[in-house]
């Protein structure tokens, strides 16, 4: 990379009449035309991250950072009038929905960052993930049309399309490439659907609803569109140096399918070596097993695929054929092994009609992963209990971790600047590094580390002023909850937190009280109701709180809107306490959790997913455990009655009848009603509080003033959250991208 070069080239950029878009793309073009000098060329062997998410937030600013001209930049473009920083205008390339999305972005990130010759490989969606802004508290969806600002850091390949064949029509997907800049730059490749007008609605949305037929031939259709684009362009790329020398295929590929949506790139495979290149089956099956890896990231029943073998012959006949040989196949392993009926009942490929795709995931790989050990503990004894008995040497537990250039470099330059200042630059490469500083816990240094949360605080206060137009309380504690609205992840349940803490405050209960901003960021999918009426009550909730000058400069409730990765980066810099508060057992791992953690946030959360980790690692008495762990819930699940509950606590009831006393309005939607039901009476297949939220609540609401009571001591404080920081180093994708490398992908070797 020729760095004077490219500065040179920016220094001559006029900026003289330029709006902000056509800057943004000038700017980028510019470094551009300096990465596709040094792109690097795929390595012997690569990995490949097959997934229909990629949540790659603002792309500008973190390439500057990695080409290493960022402050250059900022100063040569201060110096001719400009803030870069205006450019934050630009939104997020919002290609992906949550958690399993940041985290592919997050390893490709590390991946070139130290040199793993990772490539991504997922779907240029025309629009991301909705735009969201309240009305009346209701959330509000508007198309994501982020092509509006260019897309200066793709480049079309347009020598490199492919026809992808379904029954009814035939379909082109076009690649655009993103450059991935670190060590290596590797590649993100996505591919657009173009043809027909049909063919084009592939690559329109993200997760488009699939509760009619119409809705899963549309997924069905994404999944299979970009899978077999993938494999497709491996293996005919492979076939043209090595012919039909299958068995060497493994030596050069690793194909890691991000949960079930890519696991149609399988059976595409099977059907190219034994259709096209006449592979007998089972060796298509050994290859396979060498070549394809499955990460699962979540046990909730209605987020494992299973599309109906009809849908799915409908529109893909080979592969329907294909999955179906698929089972016949593997029954036959199965008596081999011996298997009970019931156990091959358990791990069929196909069930009652409908396709597994977890099961045919689990089939065809070589290697599965949980996300966070307990979450793989979970998979091996309940979600693949009895596949893990028949296959132990499949399975195995990767932790889940962030990119700390995105998520300290990059959103806190100040800590980042202070960890330079006390121990040098090494941290920045080697994580590890920072929690071996023991003389960094000094006084002065916690003073220091205090200094830079004010500092980031006041920013996040400033950014919320400018995108909501609120004045958060200055010097509060700053308590966040960002993440996918959930029932499982339990907002309603620090809704009703706060409003316990309302209550008690307003009736003189809490005189010592330090001044807290509870801060929420999330948003609902479309068609799921009771996450809507949970924004709406946390929103009533914020209204009531805030306006009432009993608790004026005390309490204040925030939610904000659109929370994207740009929103995040503010928050996880600007937060003193993370809230991460899902019922044992649920959340695979959580990665907002490292997020804060990183930035010195303690957690206030239960024993589920990577919170585990974090208190391990960080110290319990940093950080803030509460409530039921999974083996408690395994032991009072099948008697729990929440109602029993209420009737004891009064202030628990007092809170949870506030859905439907009138105390707040839905807007005559009967949305709270409906939340109160779920609580009381059990909605859709769940018993009552299928979440456990009556039950945790005092608990929450114990741990939130142990908080309360401990930030007093403002030294002690710090301190507990400089500890979190101090010991994330675990938490980086640097060291979970190594780990698949060197045990999954067998890219142990430098390549
Ligand atoms: C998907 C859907 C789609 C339909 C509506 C309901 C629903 C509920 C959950 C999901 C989860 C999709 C998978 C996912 O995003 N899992 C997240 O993966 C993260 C990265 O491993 C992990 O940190 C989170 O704990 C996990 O929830």
């Not at 990379?1 to 700017?27: A, C, P, V």
């Not at 792309?59 to 900022?74: H, S, T």
């Not at 121990?423 to 590094?433: A, I, K, N, P, S």
């Not at 700053?478 to 309603?492: D, F, G, T």
């Amino acid at each position: 990379m020729n760095r004077e070069k490219l500065l040179d080239q920016l220094k001559r950029i006029s900026t003289e009449g330029k709006g902000t878009k056509e800057l943004y793309g000038e700017i980028s073009r510019v470094c551009m035309d300096e990465i596709k000098r040094d792109w690097s060329k795929k390595s012997v062997k690569n990995a490949y991250y097959l997934s229909v998410e990629f949540l790659m937030g603002r792309m500008f600013f973190n390439n500057l950072m990695e080409l290493g001209v960022l402050n250059e930049a900022r100063s040569i473009f201060a110096e001719k009038g400009f803030d870069l920083n205006r450019l934050e205008e630009i939104e997020d390339a919002a290609l992906g929905n949550g958690g399993l999305g940041r985290l592919a972005a997050c390893y490709l990130d590390s991946a070139a960052g130290i040199g793993v010759p990772l490539q991504g490989y997922g779907i240029r969606y025309r629009y991301g993930l909705f735009r969201q802004r309240f009305e009346n508290g209701f959330q509000r969806e508007e198309a994501d049309d982020w092509l509006k600002w260019g897309d200066p850091w793709s480049v079309r390949r347009e020598s490199e399309k492919r026809e992808i064949r379904f029954a009814d029509m035939t379909v082109t997907a076009v690649p655009y490439d993103m450059p991935i800049i670190g060590k290596r730059i590797n590649t993100l490749r996505l591919f657009q659907a173009e043809g027909s007008a049909e063919a084009e609605k592939i690559s329109e949305y993200l997760y488009p609803a699939d509760d009619t037929d119409e809705g899963k031939l549309l997924r069905i259709r994404q999944e299979y569109f970009f899978s077999a684009a993938c494999v497709r362009e491996l293996v005919e790329e492979f076939v043209k140096v090595y012919g039909s020398r299958f068995f060497k295929f493994p030596e050069y590929h690793a194909l890691q399918l991000n949960d079930t949506h890519a696991v149609f790139a399988a059976a595409e495979f099977l059907r190219l070596l034994t259709q096209e290149y006449k592979v007998a089956f089972g060796d298509a099956v050994k290859i396979a097993r060498k070549t394809f890896n499955y990460t699962n990231h979540t046990i909730l029943p209605e987020a494992l695929e299973c599309w109906d073998a009809e849908l799915v012959a409908r529109i893909l006949p080979e592969i329907a054929m294909i999955l179906k040989r698929l089972q016949v196949f593997a029954s036959r392993e199965w008596k081999a092994k011996g298997c009970l009926v019931s156990d091959q009942l358990d791990m069929s490929v196909m069930k009652s009609g409908r396709f597994a795709m977890a099961n045919v995931a689990v089939f065809v790989s070589g290697r599965i992963n949980g996300v966070a050990e307990i979450h793989t503990r979970i998979i091996k004894e309940k979600l693949f209990a009895v596949a893990a008995r028949y296959y132990p040497d499949k399975f195995l537990n990767i932790t889940n971790g962030i990119t700390q250039r995105r998520w300290l470099m990059l959103c806190n330059e100040e800590l980042s600047a202070l960890y330079d200042k006390n121990f040098g630059r090494g941290w920045r490469e080697d994580l590890d590094l920072l929690s071996l500083r023991d003389a960094f816990q000094r006084d002065a240094d916690v003073a220091e580390f205090a200094a830079v949360k004010r500092i980031k605080k006041q920013q996040l206060a400033e950014y919320v002023r400018k995108r909501e137009g609120i004045a958060l309380i200055p010097d509060a504690i700053y308590i966040a909850q960002v993440k996918r609205l959930h029932e499982y992840k339990r907002q309603l349940m620090t809704a009703f937190a706060v409003l316990r803490i309302y209550y008690d405050l307003k009736a003189g209960k809490l005189p010592d009280f330090s001044p807290t901003v509870f801060l929420f960021g999330a948003k609902a999918a479309s068609g799921y109701r009771r996450a809507k009426a949970i924004i709406k009550y946390l929103n009533a909730v914020a209204e009531t709180i805030n306006v009432d000058e009993a608790v004026r400069g005390k309490l204040q409730v925030v939610f904000v809107q659109n929370y994207d990765v740009s929103y995040a980066e503010k928050i996880v810099a600007g937060s003193d306490v993370s809230l991460q508060v899902s019922t044992a057992g649920f959340e695979a791992s959580g990665t907002g959790n490292m997020k804060l953690m990183m930035n010195g946030a303690v957690t206030v959360g239960t024993m589920d997913g990577a919170n585990i980790e974090i208190a391990e690692r960080a110290g319990l008495n940093n950080n803030y455990i509460f409530g039921a762990t999974v083996t408690e819930l395994g032991r009072i699940r099948n008697d729990y009655n929440p109602s029993e509950i209420v009737q004891n606590k009064p202030a628990v009831k007092r809170v949870t009848d506030t859905l439907v006393n009138g105390t707040f309005s839905d807007g005559g939607t009967g949305g709270f009603a409906e939340l109160h039901a779920a609580l009381f009476e059990g909605a859709s297949w769940h018993k009552p509080d299928h979440y456990f939220v009556v039950y945790d609540l005092e608990s929450y609401v114990q741990a939130l003033l142990a908080v309360n009571r401990d930030y007093r001591n403002a030294e002690s404080f710090s301190r507990k959250q400089l500890m979190n920081a101090l010991h994330s180093a675990f938490f980086s994708s640097d060291r979970a991208v190594k780990t698949y490398a060197n045990l999954v992908w067998g890219l142990d070797r430098p390549q």
